[in-house]
Structures are given as C-alpha cells and as structure tokens.
C-alpha cells in the first residue's frame, strides 16, 4: 500500500492527464479554470463541505465579475473604461467580503478565484467583454464558460480524492476509507457541512472580549 502522499501524487497525475486530453477535444472548456476549481476544492478541505464551499464561491465570485463587465460594458456609470471598471471592481470587492457571513459563501479567496478567472477570460478572448457576449445564452458568454470550467475542476478535485482514499484504504484501518485525500496527502474524515451560522458568544464564554475598566 502506497504512502498517502504518492497516492496522492499518482491520482494526481492521473486526473491531471486525462484532463487536459479531455478540455483539449472542446474548444469552449477552460483547462485553467478546472484547475483552479480543483485547487479550490483541495484548499477548502475537500469533502461535501467543501464541494457546496467551492462551488458557491467560485460562481460567485464570477457572476460579480459579470456584473462589473456588464456595468462598464454597458456605459452605466458617466467614466472612461479605466476608472468604471476601477470603481466597479472595489464595489464588488466590499460585496465579496459581506457577502461571506453566508456560510456557503464564507470561502473569500475560492471566490476571489471565480472573479480572477472571469477577468482572465474577458481579457484573454477578444470581443468576449462586449455586451453582446456577455448577454448571450452560450459559450460566448464568458460566464458560463468560466463557471462550467471551474464546476468541472471541483468534480476532479472529487474524483481525485476518491481515487486516492482507494489507493491508501487499509482493511486493518477501517477509518482510511472513510478519509478524503488532499491534494499534498493529508486527510481528515469526511463529515457533512452545517449550513448554519454559529451561535453568539454568551457573556464569560472565551470568545467574548473582555472590557477592562
């Protein structure tokens, strides 16, 4: 049986092999963006918590990027390009940050990623920012490449997990087979994400700070 971290390394290899054949047959899938979606996933723990994590904030963070194009896009606000997408893109950022009192959106940097990688696309493709595009039903629109390209990096992240926990699963240890696999060979037991905010601090309890007169 195989150490956790060659496991890891060799599902690794694997999944990123066959990926990159696979986005290689479609000329609208990005295989940056699964990667980045795998990445994501990996960073957030792995596991169901982090699927329903990744794959709200990763969307997340792209549709705010599509909502920045469209504004600039669109001319709604009386600046040049420069400083609309300026002051769009801080907007947005406040938006991000708030936003992420929402659990499922509570991963800042996966959605930050989902943002970036918007922004890659629109500046990558020519014409792929013009309101046209990003209005259409389609694999011109920039959102719906990137997000189905960072959805797919998540379902690799799964699978390469999965494939992992089988090469390290011991008979002799029944818990390795319940364990996800990360991307560096570490693992924790999967557990089912709560979805619920987490109760105020009551007054004495160790989180609440303590007032010196």
Same mark, same amino acid.
């Given at each position: 049986m195989p150490?956790?971290? #060659?496991?890891?390394? #060799?599902a690794a290899g694997i999944f990123a092999g066959l990926s990159v054949w696979g986005f290689a047959q479609s000329s609208h899938l990005l295989i940056w963006a699964a990667f980045i979606g795998w990445a994501s996933y990996?960073?957030?723990?792995?596991?169901?918590?982090? !699927?329903? #994590?990744?794959?709200?904030?990763?969307v997340f963070? =792209?549709?705010m990027a599509w909502l =920045?194009?469209? =504004? =600039?896009?669109?001319?709604? /606000?009386?600046w040049s390009s420069d400083v609309s997408s300026a002051i769009a893109a801080a907007i947005a950022s406040v938006l991000i !940050?708030?936003? &992420?009192? $929402? &659990?499922? /959106?509570?991963s800042v940097p996966s959605t930050?990623?989902?943002? $970036? &990688?918007?922004? $890659?696309f629109l500046t990558l493709v020519k014409g792929a920012d013009s309101t046209h595009n990003l209005g259409s039903i389609g694999w011109g629109n920039a959102g719906i490449a990137v997000a189905v390209s960072l959805l797919i990096g998540i379902g690799l992240g799964v699978a390469h997990g999965q494939l992992a926990r089988l090469f390290t699963a011991s008979p002799r240890r029944p818990e390795t087979r319940k364990a996800h696999v990360r991307l560096d060979g570490s693992s924790?037991? &999967?557990?089912?994400?709560? /979805?619920? $905010?987490a109760p105020p601090s009551q007054p004495g309890s160790p989180n609440t700070p303590t007032t010196v007169a």
């Open positions: 150490s956790s971290r #060659v496991a890891a390394a #060799v990996d960073t957030n723990g792995g596991g169901r918590d982090a !699927v329903i #994590v990744s794959s709200a904030s990763l963070g =792209v549709l =920045v194009a469209i =504004v =600039v896009a669109g001319g709604l /606000l009386p !940050v708030l936003a &992420s009192a $929402a &659990s499922a /959106l509570s930050f990623c989902g943002f $970036a &990688s918007m922004f $890659a924790r037991p &999967s557990k089912p994400m709560s /979805l619920t $905010a």
